[in-house]
């Protein structure tokens, strides 16, 4: 990578205007800045100075991979279907994943578990062969149906995919871990403020994932988190699975029989609360899923909502649906609203929130049209399978660690680890033989980073009203020369080249020497966003000065030329 370019010879097409396709600051600034352009729906090309700042992530990515023992690896996008189709994830990925129509038995990867495991069978034969870890920082390839939000959610994109391959369980605690630790480390040098969740492992499978999240109002997840005193996160997790404080219903002394009672327009909790005048955490709700083509009834509290996610969890379902009012129709001969866990179909698994364990005193449908139980003891009138954690937590509630109530944000999913145990080596028979001989499977992990949304989340957090404000880590350049007048001026001009040919030695350095006005100087300057601006003017050269800007507290200072080396060397480091 070049450390030294003229403004007048580079490739950089700033604009004025915001394109009208960009919603959030980051895809409106980075293609203003002439860093990227839009080919195609969901499809982007890098321009210079966006594939500097892109290079430079990798290269952070890369150090900390190598850090832990990664390998680098570059694997092909174009992989054999049949490779896919042992683990079932050609059904899983549905939509998402790109088939070649001109040559039947060839898809685009959107990920590379399957590939990374067959190459260990060819490869892995004993104990002796693990651990291992194979990174990759590769083209993936995902059919979005809704590509938006610029390179933050693209159809063609650069990640960082790793996986660990362990003889022992405790050897991927461990493999696991030490990726959880370079991600820190990555998003850290990268100029991020993050934060961790637990999550649902989805169409990947395994015992255990986490993502790594970046706040922002036009994120599709939605996390619970707490603030912490030192301006991070203490608590934080994805609504999938975020847990609050919340007291359970319990149980109540007075405990008289089952009771039918005759609700003919109450279809709803609130109705039934206002027209019975009943405590609406008493009131159980009864929500119908089919799982995986079995019908569950979920009984939950009030007007707690179920949290898809956790339920298919709590049943081990690869899929999971609301059961459709002709089904429920059929199977409880009632329609919704009138549902309940007593004389339930005998085939029917019941299953309820953790809020509800062992309650009594509760109300819930009689599976009949207009009709309801009180006094429900579940205990004693209901069959209940198992209690899990099924509700979506509400902001305001208390955080499960105490660390206060939590706040409900959108975020950015920038990476994501997960435990895939032996998922993958089981279906495609990667095996190691152990130190007595048997054959087992290889124990692994699956680790991803997105590279272009560490760049537009970055952007998302360090932008104002002029444009970005790169750190130094990843900035395209880390001093923008600044010549005003310099083809009138042999001091400007001769004071720039040698700034530029002194100061590239050390740090990369774009010399803005166009023969332009100073407004659209400026204005580019504070667009591109370098963190340093260095303005070279007569008045102040003529004293032996120059002018600093550091673009992201946006502080101004007169230097001496003299003392210009210490002050750099204080804002970017050497």
Known sequence: MHNAQRYSQAFIPTQKEVPTEAQIPSHQLLVRGGMVRQLAAGVFSYYPLGWRTAQKVMNIIREEMNAIGGMEFHLPALNPIEIWEATNRVEAMGDVMFHIKNRPGLVLAPTHEEIITHHATQHIQSYKDLPQIWYQIQTKFRNEARPRSGILRGRQFLMK??????????????S?????????????????????????????????????????????DTCAITDAPDGGYAYAANIEAATSLVEKVGRVESNPPIERF??????????LVQQHQLIEHRCAKSVVYICDDKPILALMRGNDELNEAKLQSAVKAAQLRPAT???????????????????????LLVIADTLLENANGLVSGA????????????????????????????????????????????????????????????????????????????????????????????????????????????????????????????????TGEELFAQLSRTYHVLLDDRDTTAGV??????????????????????????????????????????????????????
Request: overall charge negative; proline content about 3%.
């Open 161 to 174: 995919d790793s996986y660990s391959m362990d003889t022992t369980w405790e050897g991927l605690d461990e």
């Open 176 to 220: 696991y871990d030490k990726h959880a630790q370079a991600y820190r480390n990555i998003f850290t040098r990268c100029g991020l403020k993050f934060f961790v969740v637990g999550a649902s492992s989805g169409a990947m499978g395994g015992s255990k994932s986490q993502e790594f999240m970046v706040e922002s109002e036009f994120g599709e």
């Open 262 to 271: 005759a609700t003919p327009t109450a279809k709803t909790i609130d109705e």
């Open 325 to 347: 009012d002709d089904e429920i129709l059929r199977i409880f001969g009632a329609h919704c609203g009138s549902l309940g866990p007593v004389n339930a179909p005998k085939d």
């Open 367 to 494: 599976n009949q049209d207009g009709v309801h139980f009180k006094n429900i003891d579940l205990q004693r009138d209901a069959s209940i399978a198992f209690y899990a954690d099924l509700r979506t937590v509400q902001a305001g509630e208390q955080a499960p660690d105490g660390s206060g109530p939590l706040r409900m944000v959108k975020a950015i999913e920038i990476g994501h680890i997960f435990k895939l145990g032996t998922k993958y080596s089981v279906a495609l028979n990667a095996n190691f033989l152990d130190k007595d001989g048997k054959q087992q499977p290889i124990i692994m992990g699956s680790y991803g980073i997105g590279v272009e949304r560490i760049i537009a989340c970055f952007v998302e957090q360090h932008h104002d009203e002029k444009g970005i404000q790169w750190s130094a880590t990843i900035a395209p350049y880390h001093v923008q020369i600044v010549l005003l007048g310099a083809n009138k001026s042999e001091l400007i001009r001769a």
């Open 521 to 574: 100087k400026f204005n580019d300057a504070d667009l591109l966003g370098m963190p340093v601006q260095l303005v070279l003017g007569e008045k102040n050269l003529s004293v032996g000065n120059v002018e600093v800007k550091h673009r992201i507290t946006g502080e101004r200072s007169i230097v001496a030329l003299t003392d210009l080396n210490a002050l750099l060397q204080s804002l970017l480091g050497n």
